[in-house]
């Protein structure tokens, strides 16, 4: 048993330096006021431990929010040794004591087994963690009888459950399975039962191999740390392995666990900030929501962790500064402080990166390619080239994301659910996830023949990965290109997008080339996502006075065809979104077809955000799609202003592409560029590439070039 005035994850000197952090404005100092203030209101509240109620209900949210205070109360007794919190702890706990036996498995069910208090077991093993913490920091204050009736009527009962009745599950190597070792670790630890602190190290057989804490942490993660199931799942997964991994440093500290494998839990950290949008938003890779962001509590643990037992890195401590608080914990106050050390902390900027994925990283990759301009503002483009992400995967290898202006431009529509709102199918994933949200065409990217890559099946999808082509991460040309190989049959594609800066631009201009290759016609559907007014288009469209559907299947069937019309050698739609205008240009011809449709149709429960897209529709067998859009002007409607409406590019032409190359111009105000990009999958930064479109001769070193103005040619 643990001795007293310590907790599982904090032991007295983190007590002590903790308490010289009470009343000040450090960050630590901060933390502690907020959670006192909250804990204390908590603390007025009547005692309730309910029985069942649907997820997102009454019962349910009202067991998470106990097991919370549990904690926080518990490490406020500590912290301050007020016996109030010691007293709210101990009656909390007696409560549920009395009565979890008692109740019996929930009768919701879900693809996860259930619980005796929530409908999946994922829940419960979240409250037993944190309910175990709280308990490990009155323990010592409690009589010896009423620790032996917590043990043997809650905790035990509740440890069984995950290692005997859901052994399955304890061992699956999944972001629950994190939960469920912390939490039996946590558990056992607090109990002085440590044998089931070896059990999740090292999984039911022992084996390191199959399940347990060091088998997740080997296959979950890349060799760059990312986690597969995408930045949603991995801010929610980090938390119980943060606090598993210190729990593992100060118990097993001959493991080395922040050494293991090659520091990957350091780099799954790192990766995992990396990935995150200027404004702290993780962009929805997979299944996710649009507003997570790097204050979940999970990353505020992950960053302090890293603060305590990695070196110092500027970048987190300027996600600290976004964050404006620390972990209450040992690693808390070594943020703290060195965060103080420093006369200023700027905002985080981090650099491009590509992340790679799988187990040995040659599962395709992530991509983040980021660009600042004169004014600071950082314009930053995701390419998603990797795996499927397992249960939680989207369909849309090869889809993108572009972020500047402190908002996401081209949008990821996320996932099709309404977290913990009940009357939505109890705030769990609702049919249109599958019917709109993971499908192709939901996301920024070209579909086929009206359907979805990999036909929609998952098991397809698992077997398959993007094929990085190129990675230029510096710059003033950066990018990256991937191939798509047969995820539709018999079509062949890749993509290669641009961030371009020009002296005539303020930002910079994003190039899109989406070349497609098949021996067969088929139908490709260009298709960008985007929120804002359209202002002018260039086009004769049609507007639609009784709507219809786009389509009957692959997520088709949830747009309403708004308006269409033939498109131009260049077309061109502009829209202002916040105070920035937003100009695409598309190289297309009269027989290209253009849509605007909106999300919404067949959703007699309205359970999709009503959001706006264009779709370039043409029939072909080879085909690129090549696309600029442009960041311009300023719009101000409190002060009337609206500056430079109109953007300066205005044609986009194809000189011509195949296999080896793709060469387009984009000719504007004081603008002409050329851009030559190989697509040869053996190509290198070496490379001297030579191609020769309609008699004219480009030749360039490595992946790509960009030229200005008239270069001359041989």
Known sequence: MLSNLNSVLMDQQDITDIQQELGKKSLMGLSLKTLIADTDNYLELPLDVPGHSPAGGYAHN????????????????????????????????????????????????????????????????????????????????????????????LFIPLLDMSTVQYDFDFDRIHNHGIWAVASVAICGAAIGQEKYIDMSIHGLKGDDEEGGFLA????????????????YYHRYAIRPLAMFAELVHRFRPELDIFNFKDQVIGKTIQAMLSTAYPNGVFP??????????????????????FSKHYPEDENLLGMAKIQNQVWVNGCGTALSKAYASKESVEMPCLPS?????????????????????????????????????????????????????????????????????????????????????????????????????????????DNKHGIPHFFVGSGKVQGM???????????????????????????????????????????????????????RTNINYQQHQTLNTLGDDFGYQHLWNIGQGQAQD????????????????????????????????????????????????????????????????????????????????????????????SVIEILGDDINLTVMVNNDPNATSESQTTIEFNNQSYSWQGFLAVETNNTKRS
């Not at 706990?93 to 005796?116: C, I, S, V, W």
């Not at 890349?222 to 930045?231: F, I, K, L, N």
């Not at 990283?361 to 499927?388: E, T």
């Not at 990821?412 to 977290?419: D, H, L, M, N, S």
């Open 353 to 461: 990166i590509e992340l790679n994925e799988g187990r040995n990283g040659d599962k395709g990759a992530q991509g983040f390619i980021r660009m600042q301009n004169a004014n600071g503002d950082i314009s930053q483009l995701v390419m998603n080239y990797g795996q499927h992400g397992m249960g939680h995967g989207h369909f849309d290898t090869l889809g993108l994301t572009y972020f500047n202006n402190n908002q996401e431009v081209l949008r990821e529509y996320g996932f099709a659910r309404w977290v913990n709102v009940e009357p939505k199918f109890g705030g769990r994933y609702l049919d249109e996830n599958k019917s709109y949200a993971r499908q192709t065409i939901a996301h920024n990217l070209v579909s086929v023949d009206a359907g979805c890559q990999n036909n929609f099946d998952v098991d397809i999808a």
């Open 570 to 661: 260049t077309t061109l739609v502009s829209w202002l979104q916040g105070q920035s205008y937003y100009t695409w240009l598309s190289a297309s011809s009269s027989d290209d077809t253009l849509f605007f449709t909106r999300s919404g149709a067949s959703d007699p429960d309205f359970n999709l955000r009503s959001e706006s897209s264009l779709i370039l529709r043409r029939k072909a067998k080879n085909s690129l799609f090549a696309n600029v859009l442009e960041t311009h002007g300023y719009f101000n409607e409190a002060v009337e202003a609206s500056l430079e409406a109109r953007g300066k590019i205005h044609q986009v032409n194809i000189i011509g592409f195949n296999n080896n190359a």
């Open 481 to 535: 290109s991937a191939y798509a190989v047969d995820f539709y049959p018999g079509v062949d594609q890749q993509r290669t997008v641009l961030l371009v800066e020009h002296e005539q631009l303020a930002h910079p201009i994003l190039v899109d080339l989406f070349r497609l290759s098949s021996e067969e016609t088929h139908q490709y559907d260009y298709s960008l996502q985007y929120q804002g007014q359209i202002i």
């Open 62 to 153: 009202k067991h998470q929010l106990n097991g919370k205070y549990i904690d926080q109360a518990g490490r406020l007794f500590l912290i301050t040794g007020d016996e109030k919190y010691a007293q709210f702890t101990t009656d909390l706990l007696m409560q549920y004591a009395d009565k979890y036996l008692q109740l019996g498995f929930h009768e919701q069910r879900n693809t996860n087994p259930p619980g005796r208090l929530f409908h999946q077991l994922l829940n419960e093993h979240v409250w037993l963690l944190y309910a175990s913490l709280g308990y490990s920091c009155i323990s010592h204050w409690l009589s010896k009888q009423q620790r032996a009736y917590i043990t043997a009527r």
């Open 216 to 231: 997740q942490i080997s296959k979950l993660f890349a060799p760059s740390g990312y986690y597969m199931e995408g930045p």
């Open 284 to 305: 929805a890779l997979n299944d996710a929501s649009q507003t997570m962001d790097i204050k979940d509590e999970g990353v505020v643990i992950a960053v302090s962790l």
